[in-house]
C-alpha cells in the first residue's frame, strides 16, 4: 500500500467506527451552503481535525466537520466546509475528503460551490446546474506517480457531470417552479476575484460561471469511478457594465438565499438514489 492510500484507509477506518451504516452518496457543500446539512437526520458529527490526516479549512462559512446520517431516508456523508487551493493546501490535500468518502462507500458525489456568473442571462441567486467544466487552476490534483488501486492513469473527461441526475434535477425544477441554468463552470486558484477583463475572457472561452473550488474534487470524484452532480449558486454578476465591486460577504449573503432551492434539488435527487 502507498502512503496515500494508508492515509486513505486510516480516515475511513477512523469514520466507519462512528456509523455501522454504509453512505449511498457524499455531499460537499460550498460557501454559504452549509445550510443543508441541517435537513441531514440522525447525524453523527466529526469535526476535521479530529480524522487521521483531513486537513482543516480555515475560510469564514466554511465549519469544518464531517456529517454522517440521513437525507430522503439515504444514508449520506456531507462536508461542511470544503478545502481551496488558494488556502495553501496541496491539490492531495484538497481532494483528499473524495478519496475517504468513497472508500466509505459512495457511489455518488453531490457539489455545491458560489460562483461568478458571466452569462448575461444570469442573475445573482439563479442556479445553474454544471454540465462541463474548464479547469484554469494552477495545480492538478492526478500529477504523479498514478496509483492505479485509486483508478487510471489517464481517465476520460468527456462526460464528467452524470446526464441522467442533469435530466433528473431539470425535472425536480420544473415541477417546483424552480428556474435552473446549466452551464460551464471555469475553476480557478483565487482568492482574487476576477478582474472584468478575466470574466469577459472566460465568457469568450465559454464559461457561464466562475469560482475558486469543485474541479479538483470533479476530477478525482472521476478518477475513482464516482458519479458527479454539481451545482452552482450565482453569487455576483462579473461582466456587468456599472460599477461593480464583489466581496465576500455578498457573495455569502446571495448563496444563502438561494440554498432553499438547492437543498431541494439535492434531497430530492437523494430520494431518487
Ligand atoms: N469569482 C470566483 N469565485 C467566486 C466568485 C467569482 O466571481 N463568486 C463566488 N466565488
Known sequence: MSELTDQIKAASDYISKFWDEKPLAGVILGSGLGDL?????????IPYKDIPHFPVSTVEGHSGKL?????????????????????????????????VMKALGIHTLFISNAAGGMNPDFSVGDLMIIRDHINLQPEHPLRGPNESELGPRFPDMSEP?????IYRAME?????????????????????FETRAEYKYMHIIGGDAVGMSTVPEVIVAIHSGLRVFAMSVITDIGIREEEN?????????????????????????????
Do not use: C, W
Open 37 to 45: 446539512a441541517e435537513d441531514i437526520e440522525d447525524a453523527i458529527e
Open 67 to 99: 456529517i454522517l446520517g440521513y437525507m430522503s431516508d439515504k444514508p449520506v456523508v456531507a462536508m461542511a466546509g470544503r478545502f481551496h487551493f488558494y488556502e495553501g493546501f496541496s491539490m492531495k490535500q484538497v481532494t483528499f475528503p473524495v478519496r
Open 161 to 165: 457531470y452524470n446526464k441522467e441526475l
Open 172 to 192: 425536480i425544477a420544473a415541477m417546483n417552479q424552480i428556474d435552473l441554468h446549466s452551464g460551464v463552470y471555469v475553476g480557478v486558484q483565487g482568492p482574487t
Open 245 to 273: 465591486v464583489i466581496t465576500h460577504e455578498e457573495v455569502l449573503e446571495a448563496a444563502k438565499a438561494a440554498e432553499p432551492k438547492l437543498t431541494l434539488i439535492f434531497s430530492e435527487l437523494i430520494r431518487q438514489l
